[in-house]
C-alpha cells in the first residue's frame, strides 16, 4: 500500500533551535509539495518540486526556510533558526501528474516554544 | 490575496440530507479544480475533479459543478452521512507547472 511517509509526527523545540523535517514521497511519483496547514491560513504552500528541481517556493520565508530533495527518494523542509510562529502542522505530497491529484503525508506537527 | 476562496468556515448538515461546500475563485487560468478531505490527524485526500473545461462531474454522492461565468464551484453531497464530518479543501491547478492552491477549507458536520 503506497503512501508518502513524513518524520517526525510530532516535533517540540525551543525557539532559535533548527528543525527539521523529512519526506519519502510514493515511488514513481515526480512532484513533491510542501505545505503548511494553520488555522488561519488553511493550507499554504511552500515548496513545489518536479523531477527534484524546485519550481516554486516563493510562499515559503527564505530567510530561515529551506527546501532540498537530495535524491528521489527523499524530500526536506529545514527552519533555522525556528519560531514560535512556525508551529503548525507541516505536510507533504507527492503525484505524478499535472490534474491536482495528490498523495499527502499524515504530517509533521511542529510545536516551537 | 487568496485566489481560492470558501467563505464559510463551517457547515452543519442532518443526516440524509444534502451537503452543499461553496468555492469561489479568482484566476480565470486555472485548469482543473478539486475538492480534497481532511479528518483530524490525518493528511487531505482527494475526492473529486473537475477540468475547466466541463461543468459536471459525478462520483458516486459526490458531485462537483463549475460555474465558470460566476468562477464558481460547488460540491454536492447526496445523502449526507455522519462519516463525511471532515474539513472539505476546493483547491485549483494553474500553469504548466501544475500549481496546486487551496482555499482555508470549510468543515463539514453531519448529524445523526
Known amino acids: 500500500d503506497a503512501r508518502v511517509t513524513q518524520t517526525p509526527r510530532h516535533k517540540v523545540t525551543e525557539m532559535g533551535q533548527e528543525v527539521t523535517m523529512r519526506c519519502q514521497p510514493i515511488l514513481g511519483h515526480n512532484t513533491v509539495f510542501w505545505y503548511r496547514q494553520t488555522m488561519m491560513q488553511g493550507l499554504e504552500l511552500l515548496a513545489y518540486?518536479?523531477?527534484?528541481?524546485?519550481?516554486?517556493d516563493s510562499g515559503m520565508p527564505k530567510d530561515r526556510f529551506s527546501a532540498e530533495m537530495p535524491d528521489a527518494t527523499l524530500a526536506t523542509l529545514k527552519i533555522q533558526p525556528s519560531e514560535p510562529r512556525d508551529s503548525a502542522v507541516y505536510f507533504c505530497?507527492?503525484?505524478?501528474?499535472?490534474?491536482?491529484?495528490?498523495?499527502f503525508g499524515e504530517g509533521s506537527r511542529l510545536t516551537v516554544l | 490575496d487568496q485566489q481560492v476562496k470558501q467563505n464559510s468556515p463551517s457547515l452543519s448538515v442532518q443526516e440524509g440530507r444534502i451537503s452543499i461546500l461553496n468555492c469561489d475563485y479568482t484566476?480565470?487560468?486555472?485548469?482543473?479544480f478539486l475538492w480534497y478531505k481532511k479528518y483530524p490527524a490525518e493528511g487531505p485526500t482527494f475526492l473529486i475533479s473537475i477540468s475547466s473545461i466541463k461543468d459536471k462531474n459525478e462520483d458516486g454522492r459526490f458531485t462537483v459543478f463549475l460555474n465558470k461565468s460566476a468562477k464558481h464551484l460547488s460540491l454536492h453531497i447526496v445523502p449526507s452521512q455522519p462519516g463525511d464530518s471532515a474539513v472539505y479543501f476546493c483547491a485549483a491547478v494553474w500553469g504548466s507547472q501544475g500549481n496546486l492552491i487551496f482555499g482555508k477549507g470549510t468543515k463539514l458536520s453531519v448529524k445523526p
Open positions: 484566476n480565470s487560468m486555472f485548469d482543473y
Open positions: 518540486f518536479r523531477n527534484r528541481a524546485p519550481l516554486d
Open positions: 505530497a507527492s503525484g505524478r501528474r499535472n490534474t491536482g491529484e495528490l498523495f
